[in-house]
């Protein structure tokens, strides 16, 4: 059942914010944690599965930290959160549903898999970058 918890939220705020640096060399989780006031420990126990799913690697040392294996365009939300959370599954029990609600579960699966599967990581920052406003100050 698709269920976005915080571990996928903030599994894609971590690879975001790897993405947003990508070619920068490696960024410290704790950096992430202050940057989008989250949790340091929390976001630790996300990195293993992404290290081992091979969307992230690690890099020991002073100036160690975490960035992306690939382009953030080679990267889609849907390999994150699969990644975290699992198959992407709207509906358990599916074949012994009811046959017209089948075909509609179906059908939502399908579309909330096809968004989740052509957005990359680096829609995700563009987006990110549109939605900022400028902060004017007047004085009058």
């Known amino acids: 059942m698709l269920k976005i918890s ?8 971590v690879v975001v914010a790897l993405g947003s ?4 060399g490696p960024i410290p989780l704790r950096k992430i944690a202050e940057d989008h006031d989250l949790s340091e420990a929390y976001l ?3 990195i293993p ?8 690697k690690s ?6 930290g975490y960035m992306l294996t690939k382009t953030p365009a080679e990267i889609t939300a849907g390999d994150v959160i699969r990644v975290l959370e699992g198959p992407i599954q ?9 046959v017209p609600q089948r075909e509609l579960w ?12 052509t957005t990359t990581i680096d829609d995700l920052i563009e ?6 406003t400028d902060n004017y100050m007047f004085y009058i």
């Open 90 to 98: 709207l509906v358990e029990g599916l074949e012994e549903s009811d």
């Open 106 to 117: 179906k059908r939502m699966g399908d579309a909330v898999r096809a968004v989740l599967d």
């Open 59 to 64: 890099v020991r040392g002073a100036y160690g």
């Open 49 to 56: 599965p992404l290290r081992n799913s091979g969307i992230v």
């Open 21 to 24: 640096k990508f070619g920068e």
């Open 44 to 46: 630790e126990q996300l």
């Open 127 to 132: 987006s990110g970058k549109s939605n900022v």
């Open 6 to 13: 915080t571990k996928g939220r903030y599994g894609l705020t």
